[in-house]
């Protein structure tokens, strides 16, 4: 038997080469070598542990981590090299097997030992998703600043709170913004509980069965920073479960960043005039000179739909597999990536255009004093009186009525016509009926009063998890 000189991963049972178009169709360096960062410190732990059980001297562990190191440099510093040197390495693990091997000769060969690019690619990819899912963090972090920065800003200015898209009971701005920063914490927990499930490490499961040559599990997944090691090595090497779970809280956190697009082009509109759209997020139109259209926030409404594919991909490509790892678990990564890059770029717009956001105050004030508003208000007040609230609603639905038929603002009806509806109106009345005081009642923790506002502010900023703002 002549020792080999090639850098193939395997072939030696075949005999033909692999057609060239299905070369092309298996190879995953082009988007994989995204986990060099990880597969290189997978590396050093996975050479670390052979010399702990002797398959390495000490002298060739480190031979090995030097060049693991100057492969780590040179990838970083010369992209193109990955690209030319890897034209025809089938995967980032082949790439760097292949440049160990032009480093150091067969002792680059050594390191395999034992281990499979089944357990290496579950264990890079959860590394992956544990960074990936602490830069959303911080980037959500930044956006729930920009929105309590706001709210701070425009405390005590009021607009028309809505439901089913129709005039409500009026709230503070500020209640309105927090409302949203509220939905962005859930994502934080999630995105913590993503990064929670992608915390064991499959190291030493091998390609389905486990390690023969007493590999130290903790002692690598300790070097590499994760706080337990998988249970069953059949589960780790096809396990992408950390995986659903970030692209779930990246879907989260898309869906709430589509719902706030939403509420801001619909602000930007001209029928309601709450904004003025920032110049830095907005474009023109190559045929209206008018126009300034709201497309940060109508992008990233628009791109919520991929994110949220990315999860019913991920899931559907899972769900007819077998136990053990199949070739389908490929197809994992791309969409992952795609989706942590482009909710990455949402947050950041999202964040700048929140904080650039002119509110017009005139403007929501005056849709905030449509009397409609205060139509509850007038219910509640005959409540005080001790009418009971059903009986009121149907008082105050008739007052309306008599308002429309006279074609007047029901608010100025006088007080001998409301008290003709019901006796239970007195002078009281109308001086306790104004946009601040149906604000001010709502006095309840989580309600809309000034001073429950301030409290959520307040309450908020100590919920924040300290980590989300590391960067
Ligand atoms: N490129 C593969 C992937 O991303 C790595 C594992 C390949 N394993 C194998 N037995 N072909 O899943």
Known sequence: MTERKDSKLWGGRFERAPDARFGAFQRSLVFDRRLLPQEIAVDR??????EQIGIFTATEVKETLAALDKIAQRAESDPAWVESFGADAEDVHHFVEKALVEELGPLGWRLHTGRSRNELVATDFRLFVICAAAQTKSSLFALINALLAQAKGKLGVPMAGMTHMQHAQPILLSHFLLA????FTRDLTRLQNAAASADACPMGSGALAGNSFAIDRAAIACDLGFSKITANSLDAVSDRDFALDYLFAL??????????AEDFVLFASQEFSYVILPDEYSTGSSLMPQKKNPDCWELIRG???RITGALVGL????KGLPTGYQRDLQEDKEALFSAHDQVDDMLAIATGAIKTTAFRDDRLRSLASDPALLATEAADYLVRKG??????????????KEAESQQKLWTELPLDELRRISP???EDFASGLTIEGAVESKKVPGGTALE?????????????????GAK
């Open 303 to 305: 791109k919520t739909g």
């Open 387 to 400: 009418v009971p609230f059903r009986q009121a609603h149907d008082l105050v639905g008739k007052i309306l």
């Open 452 to 468: 429950s506002v301030r409290a959520a502010i307040v309450d908020l900023e100590s919920r924040l998890p300290r980590e989300a």
């Open 251 to 260: 879907s989260g956190v898309a869906t709430h960043l589509s719902r706030i």
């Open 45 to 50: 732990a996975w050479a670390k542990a052979l």
């Open 315 to 318: 899931l559907t490509t899972l």
């Open 424 to 426: 239970a109106f007195a």
């Open 180 to 183: 949203h920063a509220e939905a």
